[in-house]
């Protein structure tokens, strides 16, 4: 089945300093990816959809200077949160969508990135 | 925001099937409605997906009614691995809504 690696699994970071998140679809190709945040017992928030070779999309109440992503091939996309906070920590979330199945063809998320921001 | 509404949680005996129902009445004609399920700290793993017509794999069955305002995921022998948060989404933005927690008990 489709496979989605997303690193690193868990990072700590200084507040004020800036984090990068990669997505990478391993066996499959994925024109759209998405990223989503996930705060403790909630359940997963989009926060944008990136399309290979353009900018991202984002959801309304997230800062696209805060949170850059970059989806500049089509087996890679990356978020980077810069000059982070504590409320930013969270855990990220990725997800791919297989282009060969075409519109109909489910999402696959990666496992997901625990950031800590002391 | 999300396009789907599910039971907060739901509670299952192992062995027994879990019956687990979404309604996405604002559904369109043509968008698919795909179902993952979430173990704690772990990423949503993708289980079914259907339009109209019900779908079996070897995870689950998917129900969906004639009029597509719904669906029913059906785990037909559930394990107490099948524990965990469990989502129905539509594609129009692909918005999570709060899932159902299945519990299942030995």
């Known amino acids: 089945g489709a496979v989605v690696s997303q690193h690193p699994s868990r990072v700590i970071c200084k507040s004020g300093t800036s984090v990068k998140i990669e997505c990478r679809s391993l066996?499959?190709?994925?024109?759209?990816m998405f990223w989503y945040r996930q705060f403790p017992k909630q359940s997963l928030m989009l926060m944008a959809t990136s399309n290979e070779g353009s900018k991202a999309t984002y959801e309304q109440g997230v800062e696209k200077d805060k949170f850059l992503i970059n989806h500049a091939s089509l087996t890679l996309s990356t978020l980077t949160v810069t000059s982070a906070h504590p409320e930013d920590s969270s855990f990220y979330i990725c997800s791919a969508r297989d282009f060969r199945g075409g519109n109909n063809s489910p999402l696959h998320f990666g496992n997901g990135t625990r950031l800590t921001v002391t | 925001d999300a396009k789907t509404t599910q039971p907060p949680s739901m509670d299952c005996a192992e062995g027994r099937a879990a019956n687990l129902p979404c309604n996405h009445s604002?559904?369109?004609?043509?968008?698919?409605v795909y179902w993952y399920r979430q173990i704690h700290s772990q990423g949503p793993q993708y289980i079914i997906h259907?339009?109209?017509n019900n779908e079996t794999n070897e995870m689950a069955s998917l129900i969906i009614t004639e009029d597509r305002k719904s669906s029913t995921l059906i785990l037909p022998h559930a394990t107490l691995r099948d524990t965990a948060v469990y989502y129905c989404?539509?594609?129009?933005?692909?918005?999570f809504g709060s899932g159902t927690k299945l519990n299942v008990k030995p």
């Open positions: 604002t559904i369109s004609g043509n968008e698919y």
């Open positions: 259907g339009l109209k």
């Open positions: 989404i539509v594609p129009d933005g692909f918005y």
């Open positions: 066996d499959f190709q994925a024109t759209t």
